[in-house]
């Protein structure tokens, strides 16, 4: 079954698109977090950022690219928050890959993405050590 996504690519549910072209498509978001709330998704259906081949990816960030000024300056935003919720835990509840991009105003109070964790977590050295290169050896 394909996603309510892919049914706006293929024209079957109406949509807000505000930039298109072979491999990707923008629209606003149907219940925007500010004005100009837009989602930036591949046209191939892909469940996760780490689904994306590099060329869907690179082809994805260039549009994300493109809308973030033109977004910003359609609204007269002073700021974006730019972000995908990537995966289940993580708050995605369409399984398609996609970007938020939400106009940001001086006065809006929403703060940054940090205040989805509270205060930081305090690590010890040598566990943040581990997880660097852990990290480093999967890059
Ligand atoms: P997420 O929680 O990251 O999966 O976000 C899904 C987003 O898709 C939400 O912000 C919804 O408001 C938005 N959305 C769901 N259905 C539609 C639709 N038919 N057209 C536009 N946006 C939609």
């Known amino acids: 079954m394909s996603t309510i996504f892919s049914q706006i690519v293929e024209g079957e549910i109406p949509a807000r698109i505000v930039y298109e072209d072979e491999t990707t498509i923008a629209f606003l978001d149907a219940n925007p977090l500010a004005p100009g709330h837009t989602l930036v998704i591949p046209k191939e259906e892909y469940e996760r950022l780490n689904d994306l081949p590099e060329d869907v990816a690179a082809d994805l960030y260039a549009t994300i690219h493109r809308l973030v000024p033109a977004v910003e ?12 919720n990537n995966g289940e835990e993580a708050g995605q509840e369409v399984p398609h890959v996609h970007c938020h991009i939400v106009p940001r105003f001086d006065d809006d109070g929403a703060g940054p993405i940090h205040g989805l964790f509270g205060a930081p977590e305090d690590l010890p050295d040598d566990e943040l050590d581990e997880i660097a290169s852990e990290i480093e050896s999967r890059a």
């Open 73 to 84: 300056d359609a609204v007269d935003a002073d700021a974006t928050t730019v972000a995908f």
